[in-house]
């Protein structure tokens, strides 16, 4: 069966936004509706990698071997824990490629080159990145055909929104991207009881004068249960909170009615 | 199942071996070299040359001639955008790269100039010619 591959960067030039989080359950509840999918953990912190339960020993090839071209994609991918769940995970070393992508000078288009053996064999790559404006973040950003921005329902979170937006348009103008934003996915928007708090209202409003109002997402709501869901390798549904993954599930829907994915 | 996928399932055993470097200390991080710390005059030399080495180097000047008609709204093109025609021409070839059908446009267009200015050429030396001669 041929398959037509999307790749999806999710993006946010800020720490603690919820890229990861989002990659982690996101790549899960993808690969639960049978998708066959693909994760690629593009930050040397190397969070998403650990999230999946994946541990990578230092003579095996990761991100980094396959920037440079070292290996072949197929040598850098791994199976998951998890059924159609791929990975190809990343440690520390990988910052050592944020030299080797400013040499190369097309550091912009390299991940996509390097992804392009996927189309075939996977429906859909989601890739995570670091929260510094770094060439590794040029890069992701010329892979990606779709971009989700989580941004956190504060103050800081609004300026991520604002300088990942920058970033992007500034590939776009050179013609090193031709990404589309999917959508802005506010994060730990916080609720007490029925009320919304304040700070989260009006961030989320704010981030509603940088993007069209239908591209802000159903948010992540503040709560324990996304750590714990993390650290147990567990679904928000195995946890007893399906609720919570209502972000997640109409994210699921945009891409089928975007056609982004086929449904 | 894709025989990718097949093959990635029963890989464990035959990936390549790989060495990676994972310390601080060898090569210098970009976080690092960012980090705004206090360095001897000495130190802050070494850490802008290692920044400068992580840049991409340029060739010596080389003089570019633009059409003139073109030069005008090229110019102001690029200074709209706080770039330079060199900066320019560089990030359309790297694009362009990507986009092979693009690029045969674009070389394609760049061919009928060559043209152009070798008939051009070949003009102004008969011309010199006719004058030397008469
Ligand atoms: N719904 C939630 N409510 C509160 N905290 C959360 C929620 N989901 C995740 N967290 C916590 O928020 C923190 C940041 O999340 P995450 O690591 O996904 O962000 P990130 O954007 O990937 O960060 P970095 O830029 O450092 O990679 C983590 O400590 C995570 O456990
Ligand atoms: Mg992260």
């Known amino acids: 069966m041929s398959r037509e591959l999307t790749v999806i960067a999710c993006l946010s030039l800020a720490g603690g936004q919820g890229k990861t989080t989002f990659v982690t359950l996101m790549g899960k509840v993808l690969a639960a509706a049978g998708y066959t999918v693909l994760l690629v ?20 090839p990761t991100l ?16 998951t824990k998890i059924k159609n769940l791929y990975l190809i995970p990343s440690d520390d070393g990988l910052d050592n490629v944020q030299e080797y992508l400013s040499g190369s000078g097309v550091g912009a288009m390299l991940l996509k080159k390097r992804l392009a053996a996927a189309q075939g064999s996977f429906d859909i790559c989601l890739i995570d990145s670091p929260p510094q404006r770094s060439q590794i973040c040029k890069s992701v950003i010329g892979a990606a055909e779709q971009i989700i921005i989580p941004c956190e329902a504060t103050v800081k979170g609004f300026g991520s929104l604002v300088r990942t937006i920058d970033a992007i348009n500034e590939l776009k103008e050179v013609g090193a991207s031709s990404a589309e934003i999917l959508g802005v996915i506010p994060f730990r928007d916080k609720w007490v009881g029925s009320n919304q708090t304040k700070e989260s209202r009006d961030a989320i409003a704010a981030m509603a004068t940088v993007v069209e109002q239908a591209m802000i997402l159903p948010s992540i709501r503040e709560s324990e249960k996304f750590k714990q869901a993390i650290s147990r390798e567990q679904t928000l549904e195995e946890l007893g ?3 919570l993954g209502y972000p997640f599930e109409m994210l699921l829907k945009r891409l089928e009615s975007k056609e982004v994915v086929a449904a | ?27 210098q991080s970009t976080e690092l070299a960012a980090a705004p710390t206090r360095l001897s005059s000495t ?3 070494a850490s802008i040359e290692a920044k400068l080495a992580a840049l991409p180097e340029v060739t010596s000047r080389r ?72």
């Open chain 1, 41 to 60: 953990d593009g930050d040397p912190q190397s969070n998403l990698t650990t999230f999946l339960g994946h541990e990578v020993a230092a003579d095996e």
């Open chain 1, 64 to 79: 980094l071997e396959l920037f440079k071209g070292n290996v072949e994609l197929e040598d850098a991918i791994y199976p």
């Open chain 1, 241 to 243: 909170v399906p609720e």
């Open chain 2, 1 to 27: 199942m894709s025989e990718m996928l097949d093959r990635i399932g029963r890989r464990s055993s035959q990936r390549p071996k790989v060495s990676r470097d994972t310390s601080l200390t060898n090569g």
């Open chain 2, 43 to 45: 130190d802050a030399a």
């Open chain 2, 63 to 134: 003089s570019v001639r633009i059409e003139k008609s073109l030069f005008e709204s090229l110019s102001t093109f690029c200074q709209q955008h706080g770039i330079t025609i060199e900066t320019f021409l560089e990030a359309s070839y790297i694009a362009s790269s990507a986009e092979p059908e693009l690029q045969s446009q674009i070389v394609i267009e760049a061919q009928r100039r060559m043209e152009e200015r070798k008939q051009a050429g070949k003009l102004r030396r008969i011309l010199a010619q006719l004058n030397t001669n008469a």
